[in-house]
């Protein structure tokens, strides 16, 4: 049996450093929307033109996605304001 080759792992390495990344972004931007603080969403909208726009919506449809599944007091709040 071969052993994988460096190059493999080290894009196995980045694929979960990417994936953990991102999952740590979306609980960030939970909380503060949780805590109705969009400061980062509104810039991201307002200064990353067409793209930052098209990520925005991405983020909200995972906050909304999110708070579906989660069962604590402030979930519907962001599933409300998500909309």
């Not at 991102?22 to 909380?31: E, G, P, R, S, V």
């Not at 969403?41 to 990353?48: F, I, M, P, S, T």
């Not at 996605?65 to 304001?81: G, L, S, W």
């Amino acid at each position: 049996m071969s052993r994988p080759l460096v190059g493999e792992q080290l894009e196995a390495v980045h694929s979960s450093r990417q994936r953990a990344q991102t999952a740590h972004d979306l609980l960030d931007y939970y909380i503060q929307f949780s805590r109705e603080d969009t400061t980062r969403l509104d810039a991201l909208k307002k200064d990353g033109g067409k793209e930052g726009r098209e990520r925005v919506a991405v983020i909200l449809r995972r906050l909304s996605a999110m708070a579906k599944e989660v069962d604590i007091p402030v979930a519907e709040k962001v599933r409300t304001q998500s909309r």
